[in-house]
T-cell receptor
Framework: ETGVTQTPRHLVMGMTNKKSLKCEQHLGHNAMYWYKQSAKKPLELMFVYSLEERVENNSVPSRFSPECPNSSHLFLHLHTLQPEDSALYLC??????????????FGPGTRLTVL | SQQGEEDPQALSIQEGENATMNCSYKTSINNLQWYRQNSGRGLVHLILIRSNEREKHSGRLRVTLDTSKKSSSLLITASRAADTASYFCATDPLGETSGSRLTFGEGTQLTVNP
């Protein structure tokens, strides 16, 4: 138990559906992250939020829309996804220190399948 | 090619043996971190080594960092079946930014046979 929870753990959706992934951290951290993990590929950083402000968007298609209403919650809104978007989506949080020693705490992930 | 490349891609050993995994990277870093992932689950942070450190220990883990060669190694001593997992190195690039910007490698799949 890392203090970061994600729901749902599994999600199957059609290409025309709209769904949302939820992440919550109970660690008092200031930064939150979304990653995509596809088979046989390295973890890809998608979005970074620091103090509820988006500070990184790694050329992610607009069909992925993040939302960070407060420092404890992070959402990833999904719409009109493609089958190649099927992957494990991981949320993480970190203290957001400036000393270059920030470590990340990961949630268990949401396994997304797009039909 | 990408930051944080591990080798080997897969390693199979017997319980009690030591396991060594290597990581190479390309850019200047603040720190390098190692994470572990059990199948289909989230990553768990193992150890962080700063760019001005050369070696660090944590329990059965030993990490080295050679910034001149831009490489790191993770040694797990006296391995156990429960160490079976994927191991990833991640680099935090140099520069002051809000939040870390970790770049992960493809990982080493370690199998420890009982």
């Amino acid at each position: 138990e890392t203090g970061v929870t994600q729901t749902p753990r599994h999600l199957v959706m059609g290409m025309t559906n709209k769904k949302s992934l939820k992440c919550e951290q109970h660690l008092g951290h200031n930064a939150m992250y979304w990653y995509k993990q596809s088979a046989k590929k390295p973890l890809e950083l998608m979005f970074v939020y620091s103090l509820e402000e988006r500070v990184e968007n790694n050329s992610v298609p607009s069909r992925f829309s993040p939302e960070c209403p407060n420092s404890s919650h992070l959402f990833l809104h999904l719409h009109t996804l493609q089958p190649e978007d099927s992957a494990l989506y991981l949320c993480a949080s970190s203290q957001d220190g400036k000393a270059g020693t920030d470590t990340q705490y990961f949630g268990p992930g949401t396994r997304l399948t797009v039909l | 090619s990408q930051q944080g490349e591990e080798d080997p891609q897969a390693l199979s050993i017997q319980e009690g043996e030591n396991a060594t995994m290597n990581c190479s990277y390309k850019t200047s870093i603040n720190n390098l971190q190692w994470y572990r992932q059990n199948s289909g689950r989230g990553l768990v942070h193992l150890i962080l080594i700063r760019s001005n450190e050369r070696e660090k220990h944590s329990g059965r883990l030993r990490v080295t960092l050679d910034t001149s060669k831009k490489s790191s190694s993770l040694l797990i001593t006296a391995s156990r079946a429960a160490d079976t997992a994927s191991y990833f190195c991640a680099t935090d690039p140099l520069g002051e930014t809000s939040g870390s910007r970790l770049t992960f490698g493809e990982g080493t799949q370690l199998t420890v046979n009982p």
